[in-house]
């Protein structure tokens, strides 16, 4: 599973990087970014519920 942020739409609220730091981290602009890869399998749960918990609905996740 890859997780991808849709960087136009992100307000840099932090949720994501606060539920799933090991997927998600803020860049030097103060937007979220995936990591580049796969997400660990022991933190697919984690970057689920961080898309869910995303205001704007700007995180996927694809197989």
């Keep these: 599973m890859k997780a991808t942020v849709d960087q136009d739409g992100c307000i840099s ?10 997927v998600f981290s803020l860049n ?3 937007i979220s970014e995936a990591i580049e890869g796969d997400i660990p399998s022991d933190s697919t749960e984690a970057a689920q519920e961080a898309r869910d918990s995303c205001p704007v609905d700007v995180i996927s996740i694809t197989e």
Excluded at 13 to 22: F, L, M
């Design 13 to 22: 609220c932090g949720v994501c990087v606060s539920v799933c730091p090991e």
């Design 28 to 30: 030097e602009n103060d």
